[in-house]
């Protein structure tokens, strides 16, 4: 079945969030557009998006390291989701040590619209993780059609690399470097195949349907 019967987002509203609202419950504005008034900065921009906590075991600072080692000053990364203040404060004084204070943009945790509209805006989502079991966020941005650049310790990682919906390496600086300089190398028309690539991942393997089935299999499954 083609893309278009298998969005995803809605399909899933209990795994993979609601209708976006914006606050108060009013209806989201179209095409992330909250998003962007919040974050006027990156309007326009080539973005990459880390969504999730905030936390040593995520690879936070390996991604700031790495995207500071690529030459891409035109792309931006947004590093989206909670964690505590002290840890926060270390990647920022991070950023900017690297020089990476107008191309890091923090935002906090992200909800609803404001979560839409962060997917929307990023051409790919990246989590180097050390340790994941699932991937909640991985496979939300699978189902909103954006590639997924991860560590080979994201469980669905053997997924993600069979369906051709992102890109897979090490959970160390050089592996996470390689995801980036992979992406920002990948020709146009590729980087459309694979977001397309994502959302077929997402139907065949995640959507609601399929869903505890998938799940008790990926978490019996050795992995290796």
Known sequence: SGVG??????A??????????????????PGGEEFLEKFPELRGERCLLFLGRLHEKK?????LEAFAQVNAPEVRL????????????MLR??????QLAERVVFTGMLEGA?????????????????????????????????PVLISNQVNIWHEVQSDDAGYVESDDLAGT???????????????????????????RRFEIQRAAESLLRILQEPRT
């Open 93 to 98: 004084a991070r950023a900017a040590e690297l």
């Open 59 to 63: 690879g936070c600072d390996l991604l």
């Open 177 to 203: 470097t390689r995801l980036l300089e992979r992406w920002l190398a990948t020709p146009a028309q590729k980087r459309a195949e694979m977001k397309s690539n994502a959302q077929e991942c997402f139907a």
């Open 114 to 146: 404001m979560k839409e509209g962060a997917f929307r805006a990023a051409e790919a989502f990246v989590l180097p993780s050390h340790q994941e079991n699932f991937g909640i966020a991985v496979v939300e941005a699978l189902a909103r059609g954006v």
């Open 12 to 29: 899933t509203p209990e795994l993979f969030g609601e209708a976006p609202k914006r606050a108060g419950g009013a209806p989201a504005l």
């Open 78 to 89: 947004i590093m989206a989701g909670p964690g505590s203040a002290e840890y926060e404060q």
């Open 5 to 10: 019967d298998h969005s995803g987002v809605t």
